[in-house]
């Protein structure tokens, strides 16, 4: 079995949207979480999905589902105080009938911009190599500082990625660290951060383009620019 | 004096039909680097403007400085191959003029969402401490591969910056480092990593959100779609 976890337990404190958390904001009338949802839904390696949500929307996100002609959601579970427990929320509930084997793929409700390819390349690289995580280029020179000041260090350019999701497992192994995390008291970032921490080799696919997280307001309006783009190219043919 | 030295001299493979190179590309009537040149001709401590330029559109570049009112280019300079040689260029070019502690702030053409704040703390910064760069705390995680392949670290995301610009220097710090890089036959990605090449200390700025550089067509759009919001924020004051 192939399980999408999508983690849509953000509360949307930075997104200056009072009303709403930044997974049920609308563009062009559909929320960016069943854009999400949707290249999940539409790709047939996917058998199933959890979604990790903010309790009070649970059933709003219901009303939702069905509406968009969601189906293949199996489970809806509350989500925790950060993205690490979210996850493990999410792994506990899966326990229930997961088989050790199946492959998870954890994927942010808030990076609509993602592709059949980039799910199929999970997938393919979890068989293959035992994990996957989706990783960028990256454009810009990486900085690393240690006291929030000055430039500690400059690694070389052509080392350095920038994880983005989805990240796949099989069941076995990440529910594995997360209960070790949980013994541990340890939190991870996400998931990469994790099984890094516990020594675990991790393998790199290549994200599609723009796969950008919208956590802010300018990631909204990049959002729906792209959208529009997007759409645009089907007629000019860009 | 304060001089900003300005990078326009990306060949591009040019972006759409027209093959324009991406700092010419108009937004709303306007070229990109205009948006850019604004910044500092609009900020009262920067004295003199020096654009590298490439050199088939040299002329082109005074008539849109000529056209949108851009009074303190005072030199424009051919690019060199590399972005490298052509910040060596516009720096060769100063020597005649600029002395040894004047400060420059070298930025991108397709840079054009900075604020007159980031400039002011860039100049304060250049001269209290040599050399300052700006950048942007890492909002995913960064990750390091030795083979392309595999991950090999996940270092912890809070001691992670991407180097954005300007990158602000005294003159004789960044002329000589470029003098010496020239001389060994080095190149590097920008200035940041230059001087940490040379041990150079660099004390960091923190850059206004959505410091793009405008390289691939979903730039444009997302630039284009920021300056859309931003004005809209006049108005409705979001």
């Not at chain 1, 983690?7 to 999400?36: C, D, W």
């Not at chain 1, 949980?182 to 723009?210: Q, R, W």
């Not at chain 2, 008539?63 to 060769?92: A, C, E, Q, W």
């Amino acid at each position: 079995m192939t399980t999408a976890l999508i983690l849509a337990g953000g509360t949307g404190t930075r997104m200056n949207s009072r009303v709403k958390p930044k997974q049920f904001i609308e563009i062009h009338g559909k929320p960016i979480l069943i854009y999400t949802l949707e290249h999940f839904e539409y790709h047939e390696e996917i058998d199933d999905i959890v979604i990790v949500c903010l309790e009070d929307w649970i059933e709003k996100l219901k009303i939702y589902l069905h509406r968009f002609g969601i189906t293949k959601v199996y489970e809806i579970v509350p989500g925790g105080p950060t993205g690490h427990d979210s996850i493990y929320n999410g792994l506990v509930t899966l326990k229930k009938k997961a088989n050790p084997d199946d492959i998870i793929l954890i994927h942010d409700g808030v990076r609509p911009l993602i592709t059949g390819e980039l799910i199929t390349e999970n997938i393919r690289t979890v068989r293959k190599s035992g994990n996957a995580v989706t990783v960028e280029v990256i454009r810009e020179s990486v900085i690393k500082s240690t006291d929030g000041k000055f430039v500690s260090d400059v690694p070389a350019l052509n080392q350095m990625f920038v994880a983005k999701a989805p990240q796949s497992f099989y069941f076995k192994d990440i529910s594995e660290v997360f209960e070790q995390a949980e013994k541990d008291g340890f939190k991870a970032i996400d998931s990469a951060h994790l099984m890094n921490h516990y020594g675990k080799t991790l393998h790199m696919v290549k994200s599609t383009k723009n796969n950008i997280k919208i956590t802010e307001p300018a990631d909204y309006y990049m959002f729906r620019a792209l959208c529009q783009a997007a759409e645009n190219q089907q007629i000019f043919g860009i | 004096m304060v001089f900003t030295l300005i990078f326009a001299g990306g060949t591009g493979y040019g972006i759409g039909p027209s093959l324009k190179p991406k700092q010419f590309l108009e937004v709303y009537g306007k070229p990109v680097i205009i948006y850019t040149l604004e910044h500092f001709e609009n900020h009262k401590d920067v004295d003199e403007i020096v654009v590298v330029c490439l050199e088939s559109h040299i002329n082109e570049l005074k008539r849109l400085t000529d056209r949108f009112g851009i009074t303190k280019v005072s030199m424009i300079v051919p690019g060199g191959k590399t972005g490298h040689d052509s910040i060596y260029n516009g720096l060769k070019a100063m020597k005649e003029k600029a002395q040894d502690d004047d400060i420059v702030l070298i930025h991108d053409g397709v840079r054009p969402l900075i604020t007159e704040k980031l400039v002011t703390d860039n100049i304060e910064a250049a001269k209290k401490y040599g050399a300052a760069i700006t950048v942007e705390p890492a909002r995913e995680s960064v990750v390091q591969s030795k083979d392309q392949i595999n991950i090999c670290y996940v270092p912890n995301r809070n001691n992670m910056y991407i180097a954005k610009a300007p990158q602000s220097f005294s003159y004789k710090l960044i002329y000589e480092a470029y003098e010496k890089a020239a001389k060994e036959q080095k190149r590097t990605v920008d200035s940041a990593q230059l001087c940490s090449i040379y041990n150079i200390p660099m004390y960091m700025v923190e850059s206004t959100k959505n410091n793009i550089k405008i390289s691939v067509p979903e730039d444009y759009y997302m630039f284009r779609a920021l300056y859309e919001a931003m004005e809209n924020q006049q108005i409705f004051g979001i």
